[in-house]
């Protein structure tokens, strides 16, 4: 499977080519047309909020975990997060990205949701919501 450069923990400065941000644009798209998302509260998240409980948020969270490959039968494949990330990237966040491994919740969008969170608790800095 194609991984896409699109980490939930991307810098918000981090620039992404243009073929990048096209496949992050169409999953983005995608996963917000599937669970009905308010896309305002990736906006805020990205701004520096803290991720909200919102059920279509914590789906949405889910659904691009999955078509990423970083998300299967709710279980946080680590090794396939740890393997998408740019080197620098990988070298600030890597014990992180271990260490909250899956954080499972009632299901999967929880589950989901929870791991954001904490990777979001993790390195605020560089966190960052497609």
Known sequence: MYYILLM???SSTLAMDEEMAELAKMLRDSCSSET???ISLLDKVNAGADLMPD???????????????????GTVDVDAVIAIMPE??????EDKIRACGTQKGVDDCDTAFLTQVCWQ????ADYFLV
């Open 8 to 10: 939930c923990l991307l």
């Open 36 to 38: 009905g998302v308010d």
């Open 55 to 73: 059920p279509k948020l914590k789906c949405y969270t889910k659904c691009f975990m999955e078509t990423a490959g970083m998300l299967s039968e």
């Open 88 to 93: 620098d990237f990988r070298k600030r966040n």
């Open 121 to 124: 608790k993790a390195n605020k």
